[in-house]
């Protein structure tokens, strides 16, 4: 019950906390594209809550794999988590999201001003080349992208094939993809209304560099991150 109550409580406040800072930052939208702040802050905020209110902590293991310059993080997805705290653990990116997402009002203005990257997954080839040019443009101005490549948030524990938008992205960008592991799902999980205390911890693995073939990169891509899951889920170092 106690943990019902503290989730909905957190669930009041993130909503109420979201609408103030919608209305607060309206301004920082006329602000240069290169300046970004109100994902950030949005992404603090909804950390906080967690700890204060359900008693979930997050850890980040392995940052001294991230590159310099702007990369390509390719991130397991097991929870609504990892859309708001990847914001504030690594500032200055920009996610490739489901197209979708980009009607939600009133954050529509915010995630067309900080150049979040929407997919038609229905698209098909002429969505991809849309996404590789967006992608581009991101990186052109110093950001770094987010991708999930699983596609969909996934039940802890479960494996799904990896998408092929993440190698055309790595082909066509030429940069470095940096596999990210987590445990998300063991404190939010998929879908789920009620939250659990715990410590989420990320795992920031050795970047993959360029030049791989698509075979060697998604093997290589998907066995670091599942594999690396996995220990995380079953409290393995």
């Not at 906080?48 to 310059?69: Q, T």
């Not at 799904?160 to 940069?175: A, D, E, Q």
């Not at 939010?188 to 993959?208: D, E, H, Q």
Request: with cysteine; glycine share 6%; aromatic share 12%.
């Amino acid at each position: 019950m106690l943990i019902t109550i503290r989730s909905l409580v957190f669930n009041f406040f993130v909503w109420a906390g979201s609408i103030f800072l919608t209305l607060s930052l309206l301004p920082s939208v006329l602000l240069p594209k290169t300046i970004v702040f109100t994902p950030f802050l949005w992404g603090k905020m909804v950390s906080w809550l967690l700890k204060v209110i359900v008693g979930i902590d997050y850890r980040v293991d392995g940052k001294e794999n991230i590159p310099k310059g702007p990369f390509i993080i390719a991130s397991k997805h097991q929870s609504a988590w990892e859309t708001a705290a990847f914001n504030h653990i690594f500032p200055k990116t920009s996610f490739i999201l489901k197209k979708e997402l980009m009607y939600f009002v009133p954050l529509n203005f915010y995630m067309h001003h900080t150049q979040m990257i929407p997919l038609d997954r229905r698209g098909g080839k002429q969505a991809l080349k849309d996404m590789i040019a967006r992608a581009k443009n991101v990186m052109a101005i110093g950001r770094s992208l987010v991708i999930f490549p699983e596609g969909t948030r996934t039940i802890v524990g479960e494996k799904v094939s990896y998408k092929r938008g993440i190698y055309t992205l790595y082909k066509h960008l030429n940069k470095p993809v940096v596999p990210v592991a987590l445990n998300s799902g063991l404190c939010w999980k998929r879908r789920g209304f009620r939250k659990y205390p715990g410590t989420i911890v990320v795992n920031i693995l050795p970047p993959i560099q360029p030049g791989l073939p698509e075979d060697i990169f998604m093997k290589t891509l998907e066995t670091s991150i599942e594999t690396a899951s996995l220990k995380l889920i079953k409290g393995l170092p």
